[in-house]
């Protein structure tokens, strides 16, 4: 059975720098698609950025391009989320999704594109 666990969740000042980490366990899957998505209280759950595995490239939305950066080892066992720069607006649950089936570029920024998911870690930013 696959788990995915997310960690590094924290407070942080705004314009401050954060690291999330997300494992898999339970399994060997090879995931050929790993992502981030965030969701904030009284919102729906949006997506935040993505890696394949196929080919590395790499997604994100047009809230983080540009202060997030996503990466991955141990092929796609491991995937990171450096996130610089933190907005209040940032703040949100963080969550950890994966995929073993290869998908086009374009299904990368849907939910329902990811098998398994992680149980989220909270993210706060403070001004």
């Known amino acids: 059975q696959v788990q995915l666990a997310e960690a590094g969740g924290g407070s942080v000042q705004a314009g401050g720098p954060l690291r999330l980490s997300c494992a898999a366990s339970?399994?060997?899957?090879?995931?050929?698609?790993m992502a981030w998505f965030r969701q904030a209280p009284g919102k729906e759950r949006e997506f935040v950025a993505a890696i394949r595995r196929s080919d590395g490239e790499t997604y994100y939305s047009d809230s983080v391009k540009g202060r997030f950066t996503i990466s991955k080892e141990r092929a796609n066992a491991i995937v990171y989320l450096q996130m610089n720069n933190l907005k209040p607006e940032d703040a949100a649950v963080y969550y950890c999704?994966?995929?073993?089936?290869?998908?086009?570029?374009?299904?990368?920024?849907?939910?329902?594109?990811?098998?398994?998911w992680g149980p989220g870690t909270l993210v706060t930013v403070s001004s």
């Open positions: 999704a994966a995929t073993e089936r290869r998908i086009l570029s374009y299904r990368h920024y849907y939910t329902d594109a990811y098998t398994y």
């Open positions: 339970g399994s060997t899957v090879t995931y050929n698609s």
